[in-house]
């Protein structure tokens, strides 16, 4: 027995069906897990690979320039891995494809990348502390073939879980939230394993003269991610096999194949005013959250610690320190998921869920100011003049601080999906080219935010703190937008309890 997709376009898929023509859950839930394999090795860059490219000679500065690869590919390769998805005829089916060509790349990016300092050197990169151009552009090129991979995995990936739901509101809703425990569970494994000084030793070869202790655990970690993120994949791929269909457009009338941008564009322009909502309160959620991902271990080396990259060991110890927090927000980011699909099924309603997990973000973000001066006033020097660790309570207030923000994460990564999910059923979209939308709500900030951070940073003497209060701002506009404008789901997704509006709009 076949389930039909929902108004993405005529889909089945030939696996054991429930008797009200859904996907069991099971089946459900291994393809949600390809989150685990996909924020493990996400929970790597964000954890390490920012010091790593100041360890390859890129100043504080511009670093953030060197992520803005990412949000560049995901504005282009989400919304066209989502058109042509929601119109491919393979035989393979209409989201495997694209799963398991984004799973491939995934393994080439790694691979570049874990290995960037001993092609550069072999290519005539010097030794030490000195710029290493070789190797920095090896690290860009397999960055960008990352984020290229990563959104042909997550879109398409989401997609197929709304085909699963077989385009009932409580099932996607439920998708959403263990789509985004997954993503939990392999940031607990990708921060573990980015905390942990001695993973190397799993992989002898990979310390060389040209990747020292930092680099060489590094590339294990990547080595890991290629592993689980294959083996996950081929799983999901297994037991979910689609059946290709003949038709390949969403509206029958339609007789030829519309550009992807041409699609996009046009979608843009109808896009109905709760879409429209929901992307503007996303947009202003990720300008306050991008600061803080893509930092936080370089904050918890630089002003908690007092480091400085490539001199002594403090810089070090901070940023092992920060991918322990982040673990830590982790475990509550996994806890929170399952709260926030009770809570969305109860009298709190998502426009105060949202709403409050903004207004949760900003405190967060303003405490970074507290711990930061904290630190500041509690450093102790060894008789030599040596600056040491900073006091316990400054460390334990910068992981509270960590493990506070998995709450909101948490909604930022269900709520927004679920929320474009449940509109695009109800407005005749398709899953992938609706999600894709979605993600421009999410890169267009993160490319602003790579773009003015570095600068705006150094403006104010080079630290992290200007930008995280950006951020904090940011989240109380995404807070108030969410209660006084996002609107309530549609009737269906009322009628079956999974996401309920708090309050008249």
């Known amino acids: 027995m076949t389930v039909q997709s929902d108004s993405a376009g005529p889909s089945s898929l030939e696996i054991q069906q429930s008797q ?13 897990a390809i989150a685990a394999g996909v924020q493990f090795g996400w929970a790597l860059q964000l954890s390490l690979l920012t010091p790593y490219v100041q360890l390859l000679g890129v100043p504080h500065t511009w670093a953030a320039f060197v992520w803005l690869c990412g949000p560049i590919s995901g504005l282009l390769v989400q919304p066209i891995a989502g058109y042509y998805s929601d119109h491919c005829t393979s035989r393979y089916g209409r989201r495997r494809p694209f799963i398991a060509a984004g799973a491939s790349l995934v393994a080439v990016a790694v691979f570049l990348i874990g290995f960037a300092a001993d092609i550069g050197f072999a290519s ?33 990936c989401r997609a197929l879980l709304a085909d699963l739901s077989g385009g009932e509101a409580r099932r996607m809703s439920t998708s959403n939230a263990l789509f985004s425990f ?38 294990t970690c ?3 991610a290629i592993c689980l993120l294959i083996t996950i994949t081929v799983l999901a791929l297994f037991f979910v096999t689609e059946t290709p269909h003949a038709a390949a457009e969403p509206n029958p009338a339609k007789k030829g194949q519309i550009p992807v941008f041409g699609e996009l564009f046009g979608a843009l322009k109808k896009l109905p005013r709760p879409m429209w909502i929901v992307m503007l309160v ?39 320190a920060g991918a322990l927090g982040l673990m830590i927000n982790s475990v509550v980011l996994g806890f929170a998921s399952l709260g926030v699909q009770m809570l969305s099924k109860g009298r709190i309603g998502v426009k105060k869920i949202w709403g409050g997990a903004n207004f949760i973000l900003a405190v967060g973000l303003f405490l970074t100011v507290a ?19 900073p006091d316990s309570s400054v460390k334990i207030g910068a992981l509270a601080i960590f493990g506070f923000l998995g709450i909101p994460l948490a909604v930022t990564f269900s709520v927004p999906f679920a929320m474009a999910s449940i509109f695009s059923s109800d407005s005749g979209s398709g899953q992938g080219l609706s999600l894709g939308l979605l993600n421009l709500a999410i890169v267009v900030p993160q490319m602003f935010v790579s773009v003015l951070s570095g600068p705006w940073d150094a403006l104010f003497g080079g630290g992290n703190l200007p930008a995280f209060l950006v951020g904090a701002f940011s989240a109380v506009v995404s807070g108030v937008l969410a209660l006084t404008m996002l609107p309530s789901p549609p009737a269906d997704a009322m009628a079956n309890k999974s996401l309920t509006a708090g309050g008249p709009h």
Not at 292 to 316: A, H, I, P, Q
Not at 372 to 389: F, I, Q, V
């Open 20 to 32: 009200e023509g859904k996907a069991p859950i099971r089946v459900i839930i291994i393809v949600a």
């Open 124 to 156: 005539g990169d010097p030794i030490g502390k000195a710029p290493k151009p070789r190797a920095t552009a090896i690290f860009v090129v397999g960055f960008w073939i990352l984020d290229v991979a990563n959104n042909m995995l997550q879109g398409p």
């Open 182 to 219: 997954f993503m939990a569970v392999g940031n607990v494994l990708g921060y573990a394993a980015g905390s942990y000084t001695h993973l190397y030793t799993i992989f002898p070869f990979s310390k060389t003269e040209a990747c020292e202790v930092y680099c060489a655990n590094l590339k």
């Open 222 to 224: 990547f080595i890991i």
């Open 282 to 320: 996303t947009a202003f959620n990720w300008v306050a959250w991008f600061p803080f991902l893509l930092f936080d271990t370089d904050w918890m080396g630089r002003e908690v610690y007092g480091g400085k990259v490539g001199e002594g060991t403090l810089y070090d110890q901070g940023v092992r």
């Open 371 to 389: 711990v930061t001066k904290a630190a500041e006033n509690s450093r102790h020097y060894a008789p030599d003049g040596t600056l040491l660790n």
